[in-house]
């Protein structure tokens, strides 16, 4: 029970100051999962952005439920993502009902130019932890390249490229172009 | 009641077929708009705006509005709360189920050389995607877009206390390991208003 309520906790904290979708919350999911309890390592969240963004449904949420899910069972997976779409209710819910216009007050848009910024540096901190464990020879360096680059530049689903790099992954250890290079450098 | 009903499947079918991430959800709710009638095309880039101003997943966000718009507009204050969680529940349900099957899969296949081998294929993209991502981020925060629309020079458009401010940031976060995410966030937006960036 304790850790089912720490479970709604930790997510309902990050729902509540993750500003810009599902890759935002990256750098506190770090911290809160990977440092402070140790229920996941930075491995197994990459693992679970990849797939949350091959499965149906919001990135944040499928992190969550697979983080609750593996900490405790079927009911740690609808604690956590009760947690994560909890502030969003109580917040936009309220604005929803009592304040039209919210996003063109001034003093909101100038919050916002700040935490926008503070996002890019917490985001870039949050990539560099995961890209150390992630790419991990040349091929896996040249998959991220082409992926970043045709994600950032056309409207292709990123559904495309985690199931092309899925397949390209196989063929690269099936074929043995890695165990080539492997023992190249030795 | 029935409206709850529909909300619920309506927002059921939202989250069984977006794939990738909040703003896929985008072209399936102008749909519902159209079919429905319960909102906007108007209303759809209110609650955009909204939703990215707030905190949370933008696709919950965007639930939780239109479901309130819904709820409220058919009887009130109380059925709009109730509409905003019945969206948002509905939403997702769908995403809940999957996950959980496919985390049941992967513990079982874990050990297998397969599994293995795509998800090298797999991190490598996850981590590409969150460049992208990143980049996108980056793009809106260091650069004024009216500038570049009334056709400013690159320079004129760069925006410099943004970038001065997120250097600041970035030097925090990788200098003092143990000062929470949370803790920075509020410090941005706190500099944001004072220097009124």
């Known amino acids: 029970m304790k850790t089912l309520l720490q479970l709604f906790l930790i997510f309902a904290r990050i729902g509540g100051f993750t500003f810009g979708g599902g890759y935002a919350m990256l750098p506190m999911l770090q911290k809160e999962l990977v440092d402070n309890k140790k ?19 919001i990135i944040a949420v499928n992190v969550a439920t697979f983080v609750g899910f593996k900490t405790k069972g079927v009911l740690g997976g609808i604690f956590a993502t009760l947690g994560m779409i909890t502030p969003s209710l109580i917040i936009v819910g309220s604005i929803a009902a009592f304040i039209s216009g919210f996003q063109d007050y001034q003093v909101v848009q100038w919050a ?24 991990v020879d ?25 199931l092309a790099a899925g397949v390209c992954g196989l063929i690269i250890n099936l074929s043995g172009l890695r165990k080539a290079k492997e023992e190249k450098q030795k | 009641m029935m409206i709850f009903l529909e909300l619920y499947i309506r927002f059921f079918l939202v989250g069984l077929f977006s794939v990738g991430g909040g703003l896929a959800t985008l072209p399936f709710l102008t749909e519902m708009g159209e079919a429905t009638g319960w909102f906007t095309p108007m209303d759809i880039s209110n609650m955009v705006a909204i939703s990215e101003s707030t905190p949370g997943p933008i696709g919950i966000n965007m639930a939780t509005y239109i479901g309130f718009q819904v709820g409220s507009g058919f009887g009130g204050f109380g059925y709009g709360v109730l509409g905003s969680i ?28 397969y599994v293995e081998y795509t998800f090298y294929g797999l991190r490598a993209a996850s981590v590409g995607l969150i460049l992208a991502a990143w980049l996108g981020v980056l793009k809106i925060a260091f650069f004024s877009s009216e500038a570049l629309e009334e056709g400013s020079s690159f ?8 970038i001065i401010l997120s250097a600041v940031i970035f030097f925090l976060v990788t200098k003092f390991k143990k000062i929470h995410p949370i803790a920075l966030i509020v410090l941005a937006a706190v500099v944001g208003i004072i220097f009124k960036m």
């Open chain 1, 39 to 57: 229920w996941t390592t930075n491995e197994e969240l990459i693992d679970y952005y990849a797939i949350g963004q091959c499965t149906p449904g």
């Open chain 2, 86 to 113: 019945i969206a948002s529940i509905g939403e997702v349900t769908p995403a809940v189920v999957v996950i959980m099957i496919v985390s049941k899969m992967l513990m079982k296949f874990r050990d297998s050389k």
């Open chain 1, 138 to 162: 040349i091929f896996a360096v040249i998959i991220f390249l082409i992926v970043a680059a045709l994600s950032f530049l056309t409207d292709i689903s990123p559904v495309i490229f985690v």
């Open chain 2, 155 to 162: 320079f004129m458009a760069i925006d410099y206390k943004s």
């Open chain 1, 112 to 135: 916002f130019s700040g935490i926008r910024a503070a996002v890019v540096a917490l985001i870039l901190n949050a990539m560099w932890k995961i890209a150390k464990k992630s790419l």
